[in-house]
């Protein structure tokens, strides 16, 4: 099939972009495209069909990475290739460093970006998760301002997120854990390596010189619709050794936190089932990193 009939325009700026957007017509759908390695193949089966395409690829500013105090600044353009290689990113938000490696294949990583991911808000998608893992901030620009998004109330359904149809996603921001020794662990299912995940595990640990875990973020995909923390399972180990035997009876708290749906890749028993499993390798993983 090929796309519905659209319009389309290229901006040139942030305040471009959004002027195009708030003057669709009322009710007329539209969307920014930016690597297009999502939106593309839904508007060629016409499962998207937006009146109005502004495409953001050419605005000067929007890509880069920049190390700050207690965060990483991550531009909306940023390709996931360059985020995924980049030091301060792997040396400063170790998770999302990670989770990187299962976005889809390098050359979909080498086009598609960072802040079309995070809009798209695909619930078994890699980079939402783990900004909802991490508690990143999303920041969006429209004629009117700007305006700062958690990424826990971000994503309000499959493919549904909360910024506006006029605002343009610029930044992403993910905090960066100081003091202790940091590990990560991401896991995931899929049916071919770089397929979308049918369930996803991200997990980031924070251990004390005598090995007591003094902070732990841990996070789902693909079992509800949205990306899930599991803030039991974190209670519960905190302050904790991370032992076999603490993290196994932490997991049982999953099954309470998602809501896995059945579909033609997998049973919503099949979803619970593997999520428990993959979060404990996860943080297992994590664990044996900050040990490291």
């Known amino acids: 099939m090929k796309a519905a009939e659209f319009d389309y325009i290229r901006a040139d700026s942030v305040a471009a972009a959004c002027a195009a957007l708030a003057a669709a017509g009322p009710g007329e759908e539209r969307k920014i495209i930016a690597g297009g390695q999502t939106l593309v193949p839904l508007m060629a089966m016409r499962l998207a069909r937006p009146a109005l395409l502004v495409d953001i690829d ?33 040396d400063a938000v170790p998770l999302l460093a990670r989770a990187l490696r299962f976005v889809g294949h390098v050359q979909t990583r080498n086009r598609g970006t960072v802040g079309g991911s995070l809009v798209h808000g695909d619930p078994s998608a890699e980079i939402p998760l783990a900004a909802v893992a991490l508690d990143a901030e999303l920041e969006a620009e429209a004629t009117g301002g700007k305006r700062t998004y958690a990424a826990a109330s971000f994503f309000e359904g499959p493919m549904v997120t909360a910024i506006a149809p006029d605002e343009c996603l610029v930044e992403a921001r993910f905090p960066v854990w100081n003091g202790g020794r940091i590990g990560a662990g991401f896991q995931e299912v899929a049916s071919r390596r770089g397929d979308f995940a049918i369930v996803a595990a991200a997990a980031q640990v924070a251990l004390d010189g005598g090995g007591t875990c003094t902070r732990i973020a841990a996070a789902l995909g ?35 936190a998602i809501e896995p749906d059945d579909d033609l890749h997998a049973t919503a028993a099949y979803r619970g089932r593997v999520a428990e499993v993959l979060l404990g390798r996860a943080i297992r993983e994590a664990r044996d990193e900050a040990r490291a």
């Open 58 to 90: 050419g605005i000067p500013g929007l890509d880069g990475i920049e190390a700050r105090d207690s965060y990483v600044a991550i531009g909306a353009m940023t390709r996931q290739r360059a985020a995924e290689l980049s030091p301060a990113v792997r």
């Open 222 to 256: 693909g079992v509800a619709p949205g990306p899930v923390r599991i803030a039991a399972l974190e209670d519960a180990l905190a302050g904790t050794r991370l032992e076999d035997g603490a993290i196994d009876a932490a997991l049982a708290s999953v099954g309470g």
